[in-house]
């Protein structure tokens, strides 16, 4: 199967998802629900740039927008996985709580800069917060504060509590992507081992056959992320998922299967 026509397929196949995303989330317009569009609104503007980082050819970068997207996927579906009160709780601690400690580090971490560098810059004294609100949120945001409430929203902590609260085992997965994109992100030696060894050690056949089985992991990644957003948008409004959805990506998956002999020249 040519790439141009797996592209083709991963396109549709995530457009019918994109519009069973939006019809689930547009249910309602409480303050959870508006939180959830706005993690997907995120989660699919970095999609879009993935695909076209895809079809560029650039799949190490496009590696590496992968983990912002399975990231917001899981705060997505980890505030989802709670009861309607906890629910509540979760978003005020994203938008307020956490903002808050946000504020403070950023505000230390400039002072620093200002006072190491000397250097007079707007950029950096608008993120200093005032003399009073530094005391108020200090006192508030003592470091074994800051570390409770920040933990459970770490990355493997959410996979952690949502394989729990939903049963979903195959999140675990998502694992493998947050250390795949932070090789790339920390440009660490098995981020070059990997980048040169496609450039410098391969032959044609096998640099094209890697690139396509990188392709197909990143576009494949992106459906199950999308169709994990869909099964957690179902279970709030109580809806089964569209056989006919279930079907289209049935079909994607189908689809990867013409680019598994590839396998057999790269081993």
Excluded at 52 to 67: F, G, H, M, P
């Amino acid at each position: 199967m040519p790439t141009k026509e797996f592209r083709k397929t991963f396109k549709d196949t995530l457009d019918s998802l994109h519009m069973s995303i939006c019809e689930l989330t547009l249910k309602k317009n409480d303050e959870f629900y508006k939180l959830l569009r706005s993690y997907y609104s995120f989660i699919n503007s970095r999609t879009q740039t993935l695909f076209l980082l895809v079809q560029n050819d650039c799949l190490w970068d496009a590696d590496i927008i992968l983990r912002p997207i399975a990231e917001c996927t899981v705060k997505f579906a980890y505030v989802s996985s709670f009861d309607e009160t906890t629910r509540i709780e979760k978003v005020r601690e994203f938008w307020v709580d956490l903002a808050e400690i946000n504020r403070l580090k950023q505000s230390n971490q400039a002072k620093q800069i200002i006072e190491l560098t000397n250097i007079d810059s707007a950029f950096l004294t608008d993120i200093v917060l005032n003399e009073n609100d530094q005391i108020l949120l200090a006192e508030k945001w003592t470091k074994q504060m800051r570390q409770r409430k920040e933990q459970p929203w770490s990355y493997n902590e959410m996979i952690k509590t949502i394989s729990v609260n939903y049963d979903f085992r195959e999140i675990l997965g998502l694992a493998r992507n947050f250390t795949q994109s932070s090789h790339l992100i920390h440009a660490d030696e098995t981020a070059l081992g990997v980048i040169l060894d496609r450039e410098n050690n391969r032959t044609e056949a096998q640099k094209e056959a890697l690139m396509n089985l990188h392709e197909v992991r990143l576009l494949s990644d992106c459906i199950a992320l999308y169709f994990w957003l869909v099964k957690v948008s179902s279970r709030l409004s109580d809806i089964d998922v569209n056989p006919e959805l279930i079907k289209k990506i049935n079909n994607f998956e189908n689809s990867k299967l013409e680019f598994k002999s590839l396998e057999k020249l790269i081993e």
